[in-house]
């Protein structure tokens, strides 16, 4: 039997991140226009995908004195910021293969021109603020 009956497109936003949902399996509730979740461990898998594959700066030198490092050729991050969107495969579960596509503000790369996200806190709560909020537009609940 499908865990899925249904795939939407949402779209949601928190401060400075946007996010959408592309073809999102869901299983649709009695009566019609609410949902529910693939399966049941579906809302921590989703949150495990995207900080997998969010590409965020890594953090480098001793704990007193953090610096922004490019994840790619570690060359120190400048002080240059932009945004930038970025497409997520995601598999999780059985279900079909959806997309998750962020708009965040990054950090560019001075040496190789890459865009990562910055691991501000505030940024990953907006970041899993926004995810909320298209669930609850798209009245999806777990
Ligand atoms: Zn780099």
Not at 55 to 65: D, Q, Y
Not at 113 to 128: A, E, K, N, P, W
């Amino acid at each position: 039997m499908p865990q899925f009956d249904q795939t939407l497109n949402l779209m949601g936003a928190s401060g400075p991140v946007d996010v959408r949902f592309h073809r999102l399996p869901v299983r649709t509730e009695a009566g019609g226009n609410r949902y529910r979740y693939a399966y049941g461990e579906f809302g921590p898998d989703l949150i495990d995908a995207v900080y997998r594959q969010l590409p965020f700066v890594a953090r480098v030198g001793p704990p007193w004195k953090r610096r922004d490092a490019c994840g790619v050729c570690a060359v120190e991050m400048g002080g240059t910021s932009s945004r930038a969107t970025m497409t997520l495969p995601m598999r999780l579960g059985r279900i079909p293969e959806f997309e998750v596509v962020f708009t965040v503000p990054t950090l560019v790369c001075p040496s190789c021109g890459d865009h990562q996200v910055s691991g501000d806190r505030t940024l990953g709560f907006h970041i899993t603020e926004a995810m909320t909020q298209a669930f609850q537009a798209g009245n999806l609940k777990p």
